[in-house]
């Protein structure tokens, strides 16, 4: 028996493990990237990449750098709620994943406004580490985010 069998005999036990894996992920990133949003650390940290933002950076002149990161802490540790809520109801993390979704695709976004984005000696597609790299990762983010829906309403229509 290939080593490649004796894995392949755990598939189902894999595949649950990732499910479990991918919300827990992802509960994780949103406590924790929401929880550093009450910092004044962050709230500077966030200053080039949403000011120069058509989509937020209205929001965030009329709330200004503080309140603002604030705002966006909250909505990020209430989606991680939502989706953690997949333990006693996939609906309320169906609401989760497609809000998680939205802020993915805002993220995505400054990739297109932020300035830095692109590294300047090598050029269109290379990016930079800090800004660029930082950014591009919400691409598997979005695609969790889309995986928590579908498994979601999976759950939802095995309901009896």
Known sequence: MSILNAIAEHGAAIANLSTVAIYV??????FWFGG????AYEAKGLVPLVSNSLLIGWIYRGLGERRF???LGCI??????LIAARLFSPE?????????MGLFFVTLSLMFSTPG?????????????????????????LAASLWVVGES??????LP
């Open 36 to 39: 550093m949003k009450f910092t």
């Open 76 to 81: 990020e540790i209430s989606v991680g709620l």
């Open 92 to 100: 309320v993390s169906v609401f989760g994943g497609v809000l998680s």
């Open 117 to 141: 984005v692109v590294e300047p000696n090598l050029g269109f597609p290379a990016i930079t580490v800090e800004v660029g790299q930082f950014l591009i990762k919400d691409v598997g983010l």
């Open 153 to 158: 309403l999976l759950a939802i229509n095995a």
């Open 25 to 30: 992920s992802l509960v994780i990133i949103y």
């Open 69 to 71: 990161a604030i705002f």
